[in-house]
Every structure is written in C-alpha cells, then in structure tokens.
C-alpha cells in the first residue's frame, strides 16, 4: 500500500497568515493527489485534485503543487474558516489511502 | 444539486451484521463509481470499498475483505454496504462519496461526501 505522511500533523497560526502542509507519499504517483478539508462533526470536502486543481467555489487562497512523492497544501492569507482538519489522498492505486491528517489551530 | 445521503448505521454486536444504504440524487448514478469511506472515533480517514457504475467491478481493503460487501441497485440510485462478522475496530461513521469516473481508476477521488453514519460495534 501507498503510505502518505503529512507534516504538521498540527499547526497553530492566526487570521491573516499563510501556512504549509506537506504531503509524502511512499511511491511516485504522479499528480495523483487529492486534498480534503474536514470541520468538526461534519464530511470532509474536496479542496483541490489532481495535485493543483481548485475545486469550483473554493476560495482562491487555496493552492496546491507537487508531483511524483512530494507534495503541497498552502492557505494564503488564513480566515477564521479555515481552522480545520486537512487530509492528502492518493488516487494513484488501490486501496485509495490518506494522510494522517493535518489539524490547523487558531493561535 | 449532487447528493448522497446514508443511513442503516446502528449499536451491533459483535459477530453481528448491519447493511448501510445510500441514495444518490443529482447525478447519472450509473456513470460513476461509489466508494465507502469510514473514520474511527477521533482518527483518520480510511478507504474502504469501491464499486463501478455497473457494479461489475468491487475492490475492498484488506481490513474488510471477505467481511464486507458492497453492491448497488441502478434502479433505485443506492449503494450498500453490507457488513457482516463485525469487530470492535470497525467502530466508526460511515461515509458514501462519489467517485469522477466509471469505475474506481487512477485519478479516482471522492466528491461529494454524505454527511456519515455511525456504526458502533460493542456488547
């Protein structure tokens, strides 16, 4: 299986700041890389896939880049609904498997 | 508005067996593979079984191989999770999303999400 591993795996910053996630994963695949947002007690959504592609209605703030086993989530200019819950997913083999999770903290 | 909605989650035994359900809305169901995603009380997020539009097509993950099945009716716009020979560590919601393509292929991801089901496997 596909072990992707996110760092932070927790991040404290304040409205207004731009941060980083990482995703790497085990073997090279490609852009096949797909980022979730998770609120507490609610679905995860689909931010960005394909490695850099912005889903439609998701703020411009939101970037994605990466290929092959490196990989990147960032957030420019942080707003108080961001404070959530993010998880990296391969879509590159099955079983289809995720990050541990990257929970962003107001500070 | 594309939609999935589950439901059948339950307090089970263990040994015991539920089915989950869930009803699509939005979209040409026949047209995509379904997936079921699950998360463990304050854990991660875990792929669990996929199934092609058809529902020829049925890959799972080895935590649930020969316990759990996944199969869908086109006619009704439903997928099922039937789970069978519960543990303990299958305690967890429960999630449908749809898939982007026929069937669950390189480039798969999951859009959108139901809003889960929880599934609680305890004497």
């Known amino acids: 299986d596909i072990q992707l591993t996110q760092s932070p795996s927790s991040l404290s910053a304040s409205v207004g700041d731009r941060v980083t996630i990482t995703c790497r994963t085990s073997q090279r695949i490609s852009n096949f890389l797909n980022w979730y947002q998770q609120k507490p007690g609610k679905a995860p959504k689909l931010l960005i896939s394909?490695?850099?592609n912005l889903q439609s209605g998701v703020p411009s703030r939101f970037s994605g880049s990466g290929s092959g086993t490196d990989f990147t989530l960032s957030i420019n200019s942080l707003q108080p609904e961001d404070f959530a819950t993010y998880y990296c997913?391969?879509?590159?083999?099955?079983?289809?498997?995720f990050g541990q999770g990257t929970k962003l903290q107001i500070k | 508005e594309v939609q999935v909605v589950e439901s059948g989650g339950d307090l089970v035994q263990p040994g015991g067996s539920l089915r989950l359900s869930c009803v699509a809305s939005?979209?040409?169901?026949?047209?995509?593979?379904m997936n079921w995603v699950r998360q463990a009380p304050g854990k991660g997020l875990e792929w669990v079984s996929a199934i092609s539009g058809s529902g020829s097509s049925t890959n799972y993950a080895d935590s649930v191989k020969g316990r759990f099945t996944i199969s869908r009716d086109n006619s009704k716009n439903t997928v099922f999770l039937q789970m069978n020979s519960l543990r303990g560590e299958d305690t967890a919601v429960y999630y449908c999303a749809k898939d982007r393509a026929l069937i669950a292929v390189t480039g798969s991801l999951f859009d959108p999400w139901g809003q889960g089901t929880l599934v609680t496997v305890s004497s």
């Open positions: 997913q391969q879509g590159h083999t099955i079983p289809f498997t």
């Open positions: 939005g979209f040409t169901f026949n047209s995509y593979a």
């Open positions: 394909a490695a850099s």
